[in-house]
């Protein structure tokens, strides 16, 4: 396919400035009406979808449920010495996992205070690597601080005139009409 340039559309005075809002408007309420079309249509389909894969859905997990109570009823004559069994059309097996599990009376939230107030020991270090924290940039705190604190850490602030549009939807709807 050949490349073309995309045509530059110019405004001439506020009368033309006045009819791109215009059809700005138009455009806006035709895209929502599509896309109130599409929502509709993706719905339904949802829904169809919902109907058709829930029995589906139902009668996996009554066969996972099978599988796993035939599996831990014979667990002693189907495993004795193999973690798992080979069948056709699958395997059946356990495997050891490890979980961590709070002490009685403790609750994970318990758990992180303790480790923060271990890891604030000088000699806690092996205790910090058991706690998460994300650290980034808070902008909106900065964009208060004075040129020399901003400056201090590698920033400036900058002043931009961002265009915008507002579209009279009342106006529109009645010139439509």
């Known amino acids: 396919m050949a490349r ?17 809002l215009a059809e700005l408007a138009g455009i806006k309420r035709d895209l929502a009406a599509l896309e109130g079309v599409m929502n509709e249509s ?3 389909i949802k829904a169809e979808a919902k109907a058709q894969s829930t029995p589906l859905a139902t009668r996996m997990k009554d066969l996972e ?5 035939f599996a831990v ?3 002693d004559d189907l495993f004795p010495k193999k973690k ?3 069948l056709t059309f699958g395997a059946l097996g356990f495997r050891q996992s490890t979980k961590l599990k709070t002490l009685v009376k403790w609750t994970w939230k318990l758990v992180l205070e ?8 000088p000699e806690g270090t092996p ?4 706690i998460r924290t994300k650290v980034e940039v808070d902008k909106e705190a900065m964009r208060d601080w004075p040129e020399e ?10 002043a931009e005139d961002e265009f915008f549009y507002e579209l009279k939807a009342e106006a529109i709807k009645e010139v439509a009409a």
Request: proline share 2%; no cysteine.
């Open 65 to 69: 449920t099978a599988l796993t109570n």
């Open 149 to 158: 604190r901003l400056a201090a850490v590698g920033v400036h602030k900058v």
């Open 127 to 130: 205790f910090r690597e058991a």
């Open 84 to 86: 798992s069994l080979e």
């Open 42 to 44: 993706i719905d339904a």
């Open 114 to 121: 303790r480790l923060q107030a271990l890891a604030a020991d």
């Open 4 to 20: 073309t340039k995309p045509k530059v559309l110019v405004l001439a005075d506020l009368k033309e400035a006045d009819a791109a």
């Open 73 to 75: 009823a014979r667990k």
